[in-house]
Nanobody, 112 residues
Framework: QVQLVESGGGLVQPGGSLRLSCAGSGIIFSQEVVGWYRQAPGKSREFVAVIVPSGGTNYADSVRGRFTISRDNAKNTVYLQMNTLKPEDTAVYYC??????WGQGTQVTVSS
């Protein structure tokens, strides 16, 4: 049974940083494409970042240069380091793997 569990969300002021974690069980992240998505109130879920088995990464234009996706194979965990956060980054952030498995999401709120 595949399970993805996100953590690390919270309330942060504009310009601040957060690191999200996605821990996987029943799946080996180093062998799969793992992505982060987000959904703001009243909006559709959108792509944020992805990491592939080779370690290659890609980002949405809106977060490129501010967010970094990485993977710890020993912990079977994928991270999303978010810097210089903006109010428009406020959303529920979800981890996804194989295009089929989703976590429960973690809330990120950027507000003063």
């Amino acid at each position: 049974q595949v399970q993805l569990v996100e953590s690390g969300g919270g309330l942060v002021q504009p310009g601040g940083s957060l690191r999200l974690s996605c821990a996987g069980s029943g799946i080996i992240f180093s062998q799969e494409v793992v992505g982060w998505y987000r959904q703001a109130p009243g909006k559709s879920r959108e792509f944020v970042a992805v990491i592939v088995p080779s370690g290659g990464t890609n980002y949405a234009d809106s977060v490129r240069g501010r967010f970094t996706i990485s993977r710890d194979n020993a912990k079977n965990t994928v991270y999303l380091q978010m810097n210089t956060l903006k109010p428009e980054d406020t959303a529920v952030y979800y981890c996804n793997s194989k295009g089929a498995y989703w976590g429960q999401g973690t809330q990120v709120t950027v507000s003063s």
